[in-house]
């Protein structure tokens, strides 16, 4: 996902799996990818059954440009899959779009995934490199050996039997010409919902707000290692490799899901309220106005402001229409870049001391722009608040943060970053705060990119874990 301001750790992808009778599932999936396109817009693609055989279709770009009328009427049957991709592990080709697909003996197989394995050099290294070059493409090929071993086997059987190769973060579904299986890895790091339509029709989606745009009414959020089996028959749950306590990421309810998606029984939307609330009474400042960093500060802004007493305003406006730039501003326009995306509204700021709103600063670049912004804007103090703890560790599960370095709070105190970002103060939620701003005191959460807390190994090979 890229961030407003160009800064946010990207999301690994959105993932969406149906099964309605006598529909033509492509459209309802199409639908369903609109809705995730913020977990990926590098690349989108649908996958479909009419019970014999099996007919994918990807492409790069966002789900509005991959698929057409042309495309989609294409794409016949009732059960399939799709997916939008940000490209985390492999390069961002049509290559690594998904759905993977394989052929194996008469049957199809495509997959999709959400997160990132930690082990993808094993994987790669006893399946050999024909397997593919991203840890996607190598489940893919594990599920389609399993099937070459035995053809009999149904495809949740053979799923079933390679999940204990893979570790690390992966939410999947996957498809052969009569099934769709979806599953969470046994910590359950990226979401996953079922949904029903009617009387026969199932959904399964990364959000729930995917579920909403269907018409699909929610089920329950599939739990940590369960797996869930479509097929005409109906609906079924197994949990093939036990049960382990959530590590659902806590950067879905910072900033990667939609504010209108629930997790785990709480809205997003009101979970970063919350922390704007607890924020403004951990670190209260001094201040005229509450200004967000659209969009992804505005709750916790608005939280902050309701709090603290200070009046709430839009001082920055962002451009909604702004994707991907493909090209590097001229030099005069470098400095300028940050207007491409966000323009400081004078009116607002001049004269004023702010209190500046963000849910996270990840590397801190933009953030020191955004700051000169405001000030050029007349801003007389800003005071910059942020909802999240500080991103000090790289993540391994599924965002592009894997390169330590790149972290603003990496390496350097809170006095060190305000100097960086030139702000008059500065401070974070602390984890306390941002846990107790989340749903349910026995949920346990990921949050080894603010403490260094790893809920699984991580090879030696990729850091070595150190204090800030
Ligand atoms: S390391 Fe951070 S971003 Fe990665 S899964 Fe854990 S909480 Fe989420």
């Avoid at 977990?39 to 440009?65: C, F, P, W």
């Avoid at 759905?99 to 049957?107: E, I, S």
Wanted: glycine fraction near 10%; proline fraction near 5%; charged fraction near 20%.
């Amino acid at each position: 996902m890229s961030s407003p301001v160009g800064e946010k750790p990207g999301e690994a992808c959105g993932v969406f799996g149906a099964y309605v009778a006598e529909t033509h599932i492509a459209n309802l999936i199409y639908f369903g990818l609109f809705a995730l396109q913020h977990r990926g817009q590098e690349s989108a693609g649908i996958a479909v059954s009419d019970g014999h055989r099996l007919t994918a279709y990807k492409n790069m770009g966002l789900v509005s440009n991959v698929f057409d009328r042309n495309t989609l009427g294409g794409l016949q049957g009732s059960i399939g899959i799709g997916h939008t991709r940000y490209s985390t592990t492999g390069s961002s080709t049509w290559e690594n779009a998904q759905p993977a697909f394989r052929a194996v003996g008469h049957r199809n197989i495509a997959l999709g995934h959400n997160g990132n394995l930690t082990n993808t050099a094993d994987l790669a290294m006893r399946l050999g490199s024909a397997a593919g070059t991203t840890d996607s493409e190598l489940m893919t090929s594990a599920i389609a050996e399993q099937i070459q071993k035995d053809e009999n086997m149904s495809l949740a059987e053979a799923v079933a039997a390679v999940l204990p190769e893979f570790e690390g973060a992966y939410t999947l579904v996957v498809m052969d010409d009569t099934s769709v299986v979806a599953v969470r890895d046994p910590h359950g790091f990226r979401p996953l919902s079922l949904g029903r339509i009617g009387d026969e029709g199932w959904v399964v989606a990364s959000e729930t707000a995917a579920l909403d745009l269907v018409g699909a009414a929610f089920e329950h959020d599939v739990l940590p290692g369960e797996m869930i089996v479509l097929t005409e028959a109906g609906v079924e749950s197994s949990f093939p490799q036990g049960r382990q306590p959530s590590r659902l990421c806590v950067f879905e309810y910072v900033y990667f899901a939609r504010p209108d998606s629930n997790l785990a029984g709480q809205n997003v939307q009101a979970a970063r309220v919350l922390m704007g609330r607890r924020l403004a009474q951990e670190a209260p400042a001094d201040a005229d106005v509450v200004i967000p960093v659209p969009e992804s500060g505005i709750p916790a802004a608005q939280g902050f402001a309701w709090e603290s007493g200070i009046p709430y305003e839009d001082g920055l406006v962002k451009n909604r229409y702004v994707g991907r730039t493909f090209i590097e501003p001229e030099q005069m326009l470098r400095d300028q870049g940050i207007r491409l995306k966000l323009n400081p509204i004078r009116d607002v700021l001049d004269g004023q001391r702010i209190i500046l709103v963000d849910d996270s600063v990840v590397r801190g670049t933009t953030t020191r722009q955004l700051v000169e912004l405001v000030r050029s804007a007349g801003a007389r103090e800003v005071h910059l608040r942020i909802s999240s703890p500080p991103y000090r560790w790289p993540c391994f599960y599924g965002m592009d943060t894997s390169d330590r370095d790149a972290l603003l709070a990496a390496h350097r105190t809170e006095a060190e970053i305000a100097e960086f970002l030139a702000v008059d103060s500065l401070a974070y939620l602390t984890l306390e705060g941002l846990e107790e701003s989340l749903p349910d005191a026995n949920q346990t959460f990921c949050n080894a990119c603010l403490s260094g807390d790893y809920p699984t190994a991580i090879g030696d090979d990729k850091f070595v874990l150190e204090q800030p």
